[in-house]
């Protein structure tokens, strides 16, 4: 039985599965069941933050796991508080305290219950809870029953209802409306500095001291999630502080590329006192609160300090810098009508496609003929919406691989504007 024979056959349909059967992988590169090799700049998603197989990340996952790979959250695992600590103290820089979960999705709700156990503390005029979380049209926060009730997309949502309540999504970007939709029951507000599957679209910096001040002005709590954005993705450890450094920051969602690979997911909150006896915002997930059985276990904690270190120490998040203003300069070169814009920061890039300008399949989308077409020629994208592709390469990436990437996406988009374009 071939590998797509089985997975109609035993794998639950949930993904639009591409035709590809990847086998190995080493650095940048991936190699299929047919010893094809591709350049990969989509990396599991934002995932493989030091590309695959690195040999830090391998050593620290072999050495770990023939010592202990896993033991209950009832005890105190060593790797977890140090991970804890080096967030803190060298990525966050701001004191707090960290859950660690599987997923974004996870850390993702563990935001929404502290949200509701604040709005406890915290209530409206007449006693009552507050526990309403606004979030953004386009924005995406997993897909468990509460990352899909916080992601304002629809298309998340059908056949789900109903939706947990205690979500509205605003405009992204828009500063009115978000002066006028706070309510009594609003506790928090919830966003991607970096909207990756929404489409690559960077929050503004009015827009943010804005939704500062209003948490501020209304005691709300403002929520991050760098899920897809954080760790070094965007040029800085923090997302959000390569748009508006100097916000005071509640909670943060991590998960993708901060185990490289790993599944490992964590969510932050601030030590700041939320009361004049001086009750800290973390002390709210107390014992009990909370839980996960295999999150922060010895083996994912040592894998996330590799590629912390790593990413740290080789300062890839300047790399991530570099690297984008090449990229843009380079796209901006080939003067492409099919080409809108380029968006996004770091290694987190989109590209914008004129889909008029593309013939599209029925039930396609311009991005995914894209996509299809770049694998065709040896490079792996992702989509980001209909007509947004996705750059997520590794963010030890060099500038040849850059470059060859580049070329192969030219092409692809040569081909599709017209014979007459090419240089």
């Known amino acids: 039985m071939t590998v797509p024979e089985s997975f109609q056959q035993f794998v639950l349909p949930t993904y639009g599965r591409f035709p590809l059967v990847p086998v190995r992988g080493e650095g940048t590169r991936l190699w299929d069941e047919n010893g094809r090799s591709y350049l990969d700049f989509c990396t599991g998603i934002a995932v493989c933050s030091l590309g695959h197989a690195h040999p830090r990340l391998t050593e620290a996952i072999c050495k770990q796991a023939a010592t202990l790979l ?15 600590r080096v967030i803190v103290e060298d990525h966050v820089k701001v004191p707090g305290k960290v859950f660690f979960s599987n997923s974004g999705a996870e850390a993702n709700d563990g935001l929404v219950k502290t949200a509701r156990r604040f709005g406890h ?11 309403e979380v606004l979030t953004f049209n386009q924005s995406f926060h997993g897909r468990t029953l509460g990352g899909i009730a916080a992601t304002g997309q629809d298309k998340v949502k059908e056949g789900f209802d109903p939706m947990l309540p205690g979500f509205r999504h605003l405009p ?6 978000l002066q006028n939709a706070i309510r009594p029951e609003t506790v928090a507000i919830l966003l991607e500095p970096i909207q990756g599957e929404g489409g690559v679209n960077v929050v503004k910096a009015d827009f943010l001291t804005a939704i ?42 991590w998960a993708k590329g901060m185990g490289g690979g790993v599944p490992i997911g964590a969510f932050w909150v601030s030590d700041r006192a939320i009361n004049d006896a001086g009750t800290a915002l973390s002390s709210l997930m107390g014992p009990g609160s909370h839980g996960s059985t295999y999150g922060g276990n010895p083996l994912v904690c040592a894998a996330s300090l590799a590629v912390l270190a790593e990413i740290t120490e ?22 492409l009508p099919i080409v809108t814009e380029v968006r996004g920061k770091g290694l987190l890039l989109g590209i914008g496609i004129d889909a008029s300008k593309v013939e599209v399949p029925t039930g396609k989308t311009a991005a995914l003929v894209l996509v299809n077409k770049a694998m065709e020629l040896g490079l792996l994208i992702v989509p980001a919406g209909p007509e947004t592709i996705r750059l997520l390469p590794p963010l030890n990436v060099t500038d040849a691989e850059v470059d060859e990437a580049l070329a192969i996406l030219r092409e692809v988009l040569a081909t599709l504007e017209g014979p007459g374009v090419r240089g």
Not at 121 to 130: F, T
Not at 320 to 331: H, P, S
Request: glycine share 6%.
């Open 70 to 84: 896993h033991v209950s959250n009832l005890y105190q695992i060593p790797q977890q508080a140090e991970l804890a």
């Open 121 to 131: 503390q915290r209530p409206q005029a007449d006693g009552s809870p507050r526990y």
């Open 212 to 253: 500062a001040e209003l948490c501020r002005k209304h005691d709300l709590l403002l929520f991050f999630d760098e899920v897809q954005a954080g760790f070094g993705r965007c040029g800085d450890a923090m997302a959000w502080r390569t748009i508006s450094p100097d916000l005071h920051v509640d909670g943060i969602s």
């Open 314 to 335: 080789k300062d890839l998040a300047g790399n991530a810098r570099r690297q984008e203003q090449r990229i843009r300069e380079t796209v901006a070169a080939w003067n």
């Open 172 to 177: 992204f970007n828009d500063i009115a409306a």
